[in-house]
């Protein structure tokens, strides 16, 4: 479980740099309106997922330290 928190903090660093470089890509002022659009429109749905994965994180917090808890004093968990 300790590997999937690692992979989803990686992908977290990857959408946000990405939503940097689309956010950069918006200060160009010779994109066209729609081209303005559709690259905030990406830039949203990847917030979007960032704060997922975020919210998805914080949930599995608790049992990988409850996990973690029970391995050191010994106990395993099933499950």
């Given at each position: 479980?300790k590997?999937?928190?690692e ?11 990405r ?5 950069n ?11 303005r ?9 990847l ?16 049992y990988?330290?409850a ?13």
């Open positions: 479980m590997q999937i928190i992979n989803y903090r990686m992908g977290q660093a990857q959408l946000k740099t939503v940097a470089q689309l956010k890509s918006l200060s160009d002022r010779t994109l066209s309106l729609m081209e659009q559709n690259l905030d429109r990406r830039r949203r749905l917030l979007e997922e960032y704060y997922e994965m975020e919210h998805l994180i914080r949930t599995v917090l608790p990988l330290e996990e973690k808890a029970a391995e050191s004093a010994g106990d395993s968990i099933c499950g």
